[in-house]
């Protein structure tokens, strides 16, 4: 699903990743970790496309990044569920409307907007907060619609960056379930962490694997994620 070939990226002429090598198996969940500032958001940046690789090559879904076009960089996005530590949600509009954004995007109808919308806000536990506006909204009923938009298109790869980090413990773990009930609906998830223990409690749920960031460059002996 994803190959990353020695890959690197630099800002301003000083490196943040150096020499990626490794694959992204499908239907796999995967853990992303390594301390602040070990590159693990530029990471997800890269694999959202955000960001293209100064180094390297990069190929997301057999299609190497390298040339694409905006339309065919906005085909692969469409692909790609992405879940943000800081919510990046609109005030101005409801939960219900926040969510159905990516499928706004994609120009689908009402009507099938509203038949997708209305399951999935049973499903992460927000089917009597469709209305309210996310200044209303606790922490962690923010994450979770954050995760309704990120894969209300049905996405093949949902990555998320520190999804915990603004919730209490019981939260996180709610959270957590929510993403290890996608993969086992056979979705690829890579989710970022520096909580070791985070790690710990899914890898007893799932079949997790490690991919370790350090210093921008992959630890020893995890070469796939």
């Known amino acids: 699903m994803v190959s990353l070939d020695e890959v690197g990226f630099n800002y301003d002429g000083r490196p ?4 990626i090598t490794a694959s992204l198996v499908p239907g796999t969940f995967n853990f992303l970790t390594g301390p602040s500032g070990a590159g693990k958001t530029t990471l997800l940046q890269l694999l959202s496309l955000e960001l293209r690789p100064t180094a390297g090559s ?21 692909r790609i569920g992405i879940v943000f530590q800081d919510f ?35 499903w992460v536990g927000l089917a009597n907060r469709g209305d309210a506006r996310p200044p209303e909204l606790s922490a962690g009923e923010k994450q979770r619609t954050a995760i309704a938009r ?47 223990g985070l790690v ?20 020893q002996g995890a070469s796939d994620l």
């Not at 943040?16 to 020499?19: A, E, P, W, Y």
């Not at 905006?70 to 996005?77: H, I, K, V």
């Not at 899914?202 to 991919?211: E, N, T």
């Open 150 to 196: 990120a894969v209300i298109n049905a996405p093949d790869l949902i990555l998320a960056d520190e999804p915990t980090g603004n919730v209490d413990p019981e939260m996180a773990g709610k959270l957590m379930r929510l993403l290890t009930e996608l993969n086992r609906q056979g979705k690829t998830v890579l989710v970022a962490t520096h909580d070791l």
């Open 58 to 78: 990069l190929s997301m879904f057999g299609d190497p990044t390298a040339g694409l076009d905006r339309q065919a960089t906005s085909r692969l996005r469409r």
């Open 88 to 122: 990046r949600l609109l005030d101005h509009l409801s939960v219900a409307e926040n969510v159905v954004v990516p499928l706004r995007i994609a120009g689908l109808r009402a009507e099938e907007r509203q038949r997708d919308l209305s399951d999935l806000l049973d």
């Open 16 to 19: 943040i990743l150096t020499r």
């Open 200 to 219: 710990r409690s899914v890898k007893g749920q799932v079949a997790a694997r490690v991919l370790r960031l350090g210093q921008g460059t992959l630890s």
